[in-house]
């Protein structure tokens, strides 16, 4: 079966540090791999995704970056974070549909971020 | 993303009763609906979906309608449990897997 890990589950980093977040998958291959982030009272937001190894699309201007090394890894980043950026992130993958049809995206448990 | 809205941010139901979830739409270019669960600190998870061809879909004690000419889409919980109790979300899926949030309905089932 395919499990989503995603590390750390908390995090507090103060303004202008970097961040690393790290996310992996098992038991699938050649999936669709996508960071989201739910701000404080809102929803959850896309922010990247990638449909293969070195390709990323952003969805927003931001402070961040993604990158996918390998086919089930997944990393987002940041070379100095902003208060702006706390919030819960969470990873997530999808089948790799050839059109759309109705795929659900399976997501980590996420990563609680607190910018001091 | 405001293609999609849920207008009611809580919904307070008794254990046993239904609980009717909705959400409104603008755009009618949509690929399909999902619903998905939250609870506190977790990852999302999938609920059930429907595609934009279809006007029902129906999984055990949830079923989802779709009302293209009203633009709107809602989810039947029955009979309601307290387990149910969570955030629901109705994202939009458009191409790649990609899911585009409202704010969510605060659900909670009281014994």
């Known amino acids: 079966s395919q499990t989503i890990h995603q590390w750390p589950a908390t995090l507090v980093q103060p303004v202008g540090s970097p961040l690393s977040l790290e996310c992996t998958v098992e038991?699938?291959?050649?999936?669709?791999l996508y960071w989201y982030r739910q701000a404080a009272g809102r929803g959850l937001q896309l922010l990247f995704y990638?449909?293969?190894?070195?390709?990323i699309s952003s969805e927003v201007p931001q402070n961040l970056s993604a990158s996918r090394p390998q086919d089930r890894q997944f990393i987002l980043s940041s070379k100095k974070l902003l208060l702006s950026d706390s919030g819960f992130y969470l990873c997530?993958?999808?089948?790799?549909?050839?059109?759309?049809?109705?795929?659900?995206?399976?997501f980590g448990q996420g990563t609680r971020l607190t910018v001091v | 993303d405001q293609q999609v809205k849920q207008n009611s941010p809580s919904l307070s139901v008794q254990e046993g009763r239904i609980s009717i979830l909705n959400c409104d739409y603008t755009?009618?270019?949509?690929?399909?609906f999902l619903w998905y669960k939250k609870y506190p600190a977790e990852g999302p998870t999938f609920l059930i979906s429907?595609?934009?061809?279809?006007d029902k879909n129906e999984d055990g004690r949830f079923t989802v309608f779709l009302n293209k000419s009203a633009k709107h889409l809602s989810l039947h919980i029955v009979p309601s449990q307290p387990g149910d109790s969570a955030v629901y979300f109705c994202?939009?899926?458009?191409?790649?897997?990609?899911?585009?949030f409202g704010r969510g309905t605060q659900l909670t089932v009281w014994p």
């Open positions: 755009n009618s270019m949509f690929d399909y």
């Open positions: 994202p939009r899926g458009s191409t790649l897997g990609r899911l585009y």
């Open positions: 990638s449909v293969g190894i070195g390709q």
């Open positions: 038991g699938t291959s050649n999936p669709n």
């Open positions: 997530a993958w999808s089948v790799h549909p050839n059109e759309p049809r109705n795929t659900e995206a399976f």
């Open positions: 429907i595609s934009s061809i279809k």
